[in-house]
């Protein structure tokens, strides 16, 4: 993705947007999330307050679900084995999102994931799961800001959810630091009326903001529809 303080940076903005944004619909019970540090996929769901939604990966470490920890390939047989010492199938969590989705979690997951690598689609940051299992939602947290190819891959994302019929969210910096800033104009004219922007702004002089110095401000749009 880019350097260090980019990958910090994308994460903590993804996960601020889950619980200032999303957090607020109330409507999903889980999201599948891709963060670009920590695990290669994490799974964020409510607190037992319903008060905010949580990293299953955080507060688990040790019981969560190998194969999505790594960001390499291992022989299925070592995969099997350790996750045999972690046992996280009888993790509350793990049941009650298993009944969710109505199977295996893993296998959901899978099927989630290969449905992206079989569309030649980069997998999205966000993924909202629905209380009968489907997907509700997609979203994209661009950091950095929005180039060529950025754009290439959202748009390429934005054809799949109108394909399985669910929302894109797309979600941008308001004053990149390492590119010439996006007009409103440019937003509008270069993206389909039915994607959801976000502008995303940070205090100034705050290189890894936390969720008091973060601002996420729609971008109208109503006017196109």
Request: glycine share 6%.
């Amino acid at each position: 993705m880019g350097s260090l303080y980019q990958e910090l940076g994308h994460d903590i903005v993804l996960r601020h947007f889950i619980h200032m944004v999303l957090g607020q619909r109330h409507t999903e019970p889980f999201y599948l999330v891709s963060p670009a540090t920590g695990p290669r996929l994490d799974i964020y769901l409510w607190n037992e307050e319903k008060e905010e939604y949580i990293s299953v990966f955080g507060s688990t470490r040790a019981k969560y679900i190998p194969r999505f920890v790594l960001r390499f390939t291992l022989e299925e047989h070592h995969v099997d084995r350790v996750s045999a010492e972690y046992d996280y199938r009888k993790e509350g969590w793990y049941v009650q999102l298993s009944n969710i989705v109505k199977g295996d979690l893993v296998s959901f997951i899978d099927e989630t994931v290969t449905r992206f690598d079989d569309s030649d689609i980069p997998l999205p940051d966000i993924l909202g799961v629905g209380l009968k299992g489907e997907l509700t939602c997609m979203a994209e947290v661009k950091f950095e800001g929005l180039g060529k190819a950025s754009l290439g891959v959202a748009l390429k994302q934005y054809d799949l959810a109108v394909a399985l019929g669910i929302p894109y969210i797309l979600v941008v910096p308001a004053s990149p630091s390492h590119s010439r800033r996006i007009s409103d104009a440019w937003l509008r004219n270069s993206l389909p009326c039915r994607i959801d922007v976000f502008r995303f702004r940070v205090r100034e002089d705050t290189p890894l903001p936390k969720a008091e110095d973060l601002e996420f401000l729609p971008l109208g749009r109503q006017e196109e529809l």
